[in-house]
């Protein structure tokens, strides 16, 4: 505490990769529209985005590219509580709005009325649930989910469970011993998608264990690929990796072959990408670009479901045409993301930044006190 004291820049963040924030952007969206279409055509067979589900383990390795080079030589200077402090103030003020979000459409959906089948107490366990990531998968209608108001929160439940790993374990793992874990999490992998024949699962009560195989793998690969420089300088540019990056959502979706393709995918694919993106150069012209899209993503992802939700029970109860769902879905998609932009510039960012600063005032008024003694 001393040393952290002494040196209150440890609290600052590092610059970001620009390309892999416009990177972590694309597949927010891509998220988005996947969860619209999933709903619009059932059979992912016939979806034209049928794995943009994958999106959320290219999230995993990103993040464990982040985490690593956010970190590794200040995790020990900080100690536990502040990395936990800092991580809480970077991801759970929107758990909780997305939570809010979720609890509202819950409430005021105008195609389904669940309070009168759940109740004040059932309803307000579902809530608190939620906001302390607290998996409940208790709503059938709603494929028992781990989190029943929002449900892209169990992705945080397990990237809240990698953080806690790494700043107790794997920050002082040396690169060997990472690497033989990285092979275990890929072999555990392999054998969910065999199990499984795809590597969808860890959303729902039953395949949660599926969402411990996708997150460790893509977390400690995207360590390595930072701890170990494996960082492959090119003139590609933002365009062209983010086309290489779409291109994954893309890829036919077939029963017979996923729990080969998938795997490909996340352990070859998505590494190589991560590779790609920190090696290249962005070009001026994209720089707000790649800034705006790396800061709307992590909203967008959080505050997008609630909405989805009520667009299942429009489905459901009004059965629209593919005509009509055609500009229903862009337009969602449009206003979800104007709604993720002032959710962050209104609300996110004031109390990520007044938590911070009262973070940081603690820490003066820790150096005044040492002073003093």
Same mark, same amino acid.
């Given at each position: ?237 933002? @365009?062209?990796?983010?086309? =290489?990056?779409? *291109? #994954?959502?893309? !890829? &036919?979706? $077939?029963?017979?072959?996923?729990? /080969? ?55 459901? @109860?009004?059965?629209?045409? =593919?005509?009509? *769902? #055609?500009?229903? !879905? &862009?337009? $969602?998609?449009?206003?979800?993301? /104007? ?35």
């Amino acid at each position: 505490m001393t040393r952290l004291n002494n040196n209150p820049e440890l609290l600052q963040t590092k610059q970001h990769f620009q390309i892999l924030d416009g990177l972590r952007g694309i597949a927010a969206v891509a998220v988005v529209i996947f969860h619209f279409m999933e709903i619009a055509i059932t059979d992912y067979s016939q979806n034209f985005i049928g794995h943009g589900y994958l999106a959320v383990d290219f999230f995993f390795c990103l993040s464990g590219f982040v985490i690593a080079y956010a970190y590794d030589n200040r995790a020990e200077q900080l100690g536990f509580k502040q990395f936990f402090k800092l991580r809480l103030i970077r991801l759970h003020p929107l758990v909780i709005i997305g939570s809010v979000l979720g609890l509202l459409t819950f409430l005021f959906d105008p195609f389904s009325d669940f309070f009168s089948v759940y109740g004040l107490g059932k309803t307000a366990l579902i809530f608190l649930a939620s906001v302390f990531l607290i998996p409940y998968p208790s709503m059938p209608e709603r494929y028992l989910n781990l989190f029943c108001l929002n449900a892209p929160s169990w992705s945080l439940f397990w990237e809240y469970i990698a953080n806690i790993l790494y700043i107790f374990v794997l920050c002082r793992l040396k690169n060997n011993a990472l690497m033989v874990l990285t092979v275990l999490a890929a072999i555990v992998l392999c054998y969910v998608a065999s199990k499984s024949g795809n590597v969808a699962g860890g959303w729902g009560g039953p395949n949660f264990t599926d969402g411990g195989a996708r997150v460790f793998f893509s977390f400690l690969m995207g360590m390595l690929i930072y701890r170990c420089n494996w960082i492959i300088k090119n003139k590609l540019g933002f @365009v062209s990796i983010g086309l =290489m990056l779409v *291109l #994954s959502f893309l !890829i &036919p979706y $077939s029963d017979r072959y996923n729990w /080969v393709v998938e795997p490909v995918i996340v352990l070859l694919y998505f590494p190589l990408l991560v590779s790609l993106g920190a090696g290249a150069s962005l070009a001026d012209r994209f720089k707000k670009i790649c800034k705006f899209s790396g800061d709307i993503s992590y909203p967008l992802y959080m505050t997008h479901y609630p909405f989805v939700w009520v667009f299942l029970t429009y489905v459901a @109860v009004v059965k629209p045409s =593919m005509s009509l *769902l #055609s500009v229903v !879905i &862009p337009v $969602s998609v449009v206003l979800l993301i /104007v709604i993720a932009y002032l959710i962050m510039v209104y609300v996110d960012e004031p109390l990520r930044n007044y938590f911070k600063k009262r973070m940081v005032s603690a820490q003066s008024q820790n150096r005044i006190q040492q002073a003093e003694r």
